[in-house]
């Protein structure tokens, strides 16, 4: 199963405040960990919601745009990780080994299509498969740009 792990923003991550070299250590080393063991897919961090936007739509579909930054930082997400595991048990297991001192941290299960049931017909169903793909040759691509770029 997969899962995306929330980390929470906090008045740090909020203020811009970049993490020390020995936290990026801890991370970089948990993160080698994951890595290791097949469990992480993917992960980032992101920067403050002072350089965010925010698009409210209405039941008409009318969309307001809002800057950031935003106030309400408990609600605030400051980076993710995409997991692949067993259980929502194997990855508590996993974000308890995690170099966290502080805040809180979000674990949810990434649907799939049988969660949908009857809504999600065929058709759509090979329509996301397709937009998978795309996806995937595309990651392939950039991937390629990467390395042809790393080694000039």
Do not use: Y
């Not at 970049?18 to 469990?39: H, Q």
């Amino acid at each position: 199963m997969r899962v995306m792990v929330l980390v929470k923003a906090n008045e740090r991550s909020e203020a811009g405040e970049m993490p020390t070299t020995e936290e990026l250590d801890e991370m970089g080393r948990f993160n080698a960990e994951l890595v290791k063991a097949g469990v992480m897919l993917v992960g980032e961090g992101l920067v403050s919601s002072r350089e965010g936007k925010r698009v409210r739509f209405d039941n008409s579909g009318s969309s307001t745009v809002i800057d950031g930054p935003f106030t309400e930082t408990k609600e605030l997400v400051a980076g993710f990780w995409i997991w692949e595991v067993a259980s929502l048990e194997e990855a508590v297991e996993w974000l308890q080994r995690a170099p966290f001192r502080e805040g809180e941290v979000e674990i949810r299960r990434v649907s799939v299509p049988e969660d949908f049931g009857d809504a999600f017909t065929p058709e759509q169903q090979a329509a996301e498969q397709g937009l998978r793909d795309r996806i995937a040759e595309r990651e392939a691509e950039i991937a390629a740009e990467q390395s042809a770029h790393n080694g000039q």
